[in-house]
C-alpha cells in the first residue's frame, strides 16, 4: 500500500480516507468512510493483497501466472489454475456471448500487432482452448488462442474488491483503476467527470460502476475479431458505460468502440444491467446514447 491515507473532504466528495496502490499497470484508489483510521488501513491493506493475487494470476506478462502459462500450454495439455483466474476467464465466455462475439480475450497475438511500428498484416487468429465450466482448469486442444484479459481484469478486480468489502461488513466506498474503470457502493452519490476532446461531463456515480475506453489517448489499440483485426473508423473516440458492475462495464466500453453509435441501442436491446452510455464524437461534444432510466447526469 503507497503513502497513508488521505482525508478527503470538500463540497464535492463525501468524507472519506483515501488509500491508493500501484498494481494491474494503473494506480488503484480506494476510499472509505471515516470510521477509524486504524481498521480503515487494515481493510484497505487486504483489498491491495487481493489485487496483487489477481493480478498474479490474471496477468499474461507475468511470468509464472495463470493466463501465462495457459498459453504456453501444448496440445492435449490441461493447467489447473486458481479459483479467481477461473471465474474471470467464465466471465469472458459469457461476454463473447453477450456482445456476438465483438468481445473476444484470445486475441492476443494480434494486441502484439497492433504494437508494432512496422503495420503488415495481423496474424491469423487460429487454435482451440476449452475452459471447463465446473472445474478450475483449462485444456489446449490446439494451441494459437493467446489470452489478453485486458478488457475485463481492472473491472474484475473492482469487482472481487467489492466482494471482499461485503466480507468486511464495509456498505459504502470508491474504488477506481486509473480514470478508466471506477465503482462506487453505497448510498453516497460521487461526482466523475466524463472527459472529452472538447468537452466535459459530469455525473454522479452511486450504486453503479462506470468504466471509459477510447482511442484519443492510446490510439487503435482495440482489437477487432473479424477482417484485419483493426479497430474500424469510428466517429466515436470515446466511450463511457455506466453499468450494474464493474466487469460488465469494462466488457461493454470496450465492445461500444466497435460499434457505430446508431448500433448501440440495438446491440444492448436484450443486455441486462447497462444503465447508461456515452459517446464522444470525433469533432463533437459527449452524448448519451442510451439511457435506461438509473439515475440522471447532472
Same mark, same amino acid.
Given at each position: ?7 478527503? +473532504? $470538500? ?6 480516507? #483515501? ?37 498474479? =494470476?490474471?496477468?499474461?506478462? *507475468? ?11 501444448? +496440445? ?16 469472458? *465466455? ?13 486475441? =492476443? ?12 498484416? /495481423? ?5 482451440? @482452448?476449452? #475452459?471447463?465450466? !465446473? ?8 494451441? =494459437? ?6 478488457? *475485463?481484469? +481492472? ?11 461485503? !466480507? ?46 477510447? $482511442? ?8 477487432? %475479431? ?5 479497430? %474500424? ?8 458505460? #455506466? ?7 469494462? #466488457? ?5 468502440? @466497435?460499434?457505430? %453509435? $446508431?448500433?448501440?441501442?440495438?446491440? @444492448? ?11 464522444? !464524437?470525433?469533432?463533437? %461534444? ?9 439515475? *440522471? /447526469?447532472?
Amino acid at each position: 500500500m503507497d503513502g497513508k491515507p488521505l482525508t478527503s +473532504k $470538500s463540497d464535492s466528495l463525501p468524507e472519506s480516507l #483515501v488509500f491508493t496502490h500501484e498494481a494491474m499497470n494503473t494506480t488503484f484508489t480506494l476510499r472509505l468512510p471515516m470510521s477509524g483510521e486504524h481498521e480503515a488501513s487494515g481493510i484497505a491493506h487486504e483489498c491491495f493483497e487481493l489485487i496483487d493475487h489477481l493480478e498474479q =494470476g490474471l496477468s499474461r506478462f *507475468i511470468d509464472g501466472s495463470d493466463i501465462s502459462r495457459v498459453n504456453a500450454l501444448k +496440445k492435449g495439455e490441461t493447467l489447473h489454475v486458481r479459483e479467481t483466474t477461473h471465474r474471470c476467464l467464465l466471465l469472458a *465466455i459469457e461476454a463473447s456471448t453477450a456482445t456476438s462475439g465483438l468481445f473476444d480475450v484470445t486475441h =492476443g497475438a494480434r494486441f502484439e500487432h497492433l504494437k508494432r511500428p512496422t503495420g503488415g498484416q /495481423p496474424p491469423e487468429i487460429h487454435g482451440s @482452448l476449452v #475452459v471447463h465450466p !465446473d472445474l478450475a482448469a483449462v485444456t489446449c486442444i490446439e494451441p =494459437g488462442r493467446i489470452i489478453d484479459l485486458g478488457g *475485463i481484469g +481492472k473491472g474484475f478486480a473492482l469487482d472481487e474488491t467489492a466482494r471482499l468489502l461485503a !466480507d468486511w461488513d464495509v456498505r459504502e466506498a470508491f474504488i477506481a483503476a486509473g480514470a478508466s474503470s471506477m465503482l462506487a457502493l453505497g448510498n453516497a452519490r460521487w461526482p466523475v467527470d466524463l472527459a472529452g476532446d472538447h468537452t466535459n461531463l459530469r455525473i454522479t456515480l452511486d450504486k453503479a460502476s462506470l468504466s471509459a475506453s477510447g $482511442s484519443g489517448i492510446q490510439g487503435s489499440h482495440i482489437v477487432h %475479431p473479424g477482417g484485419s483485426g483493426a479497430m %474500424p473508423v469510428h466517429p466515436a473516440r470515446r466511450v463511457w458505460v #455506466v453499468a450494474a458492475n464493474a466487469t460488465l462495464a469494462e #466488457v461493454w466500453s470496450t465492445t461500444l468502440m @466497435l460499434v457505430e %453509435p $446508431s448500433g448501440i441501442r440495438r446491440l @444492448l436491446s436484450n443486455t441486462l444491467g447497462i444503465h447508461k452510455v456515452f459517446a464522444e !464524437d470525433a469533432n463533437g %461534444p459527449i452524448r448519451l446514447h442510451l439511457d435506461s432510466g438509473f439515475g *440522471i /447526469p447532472d
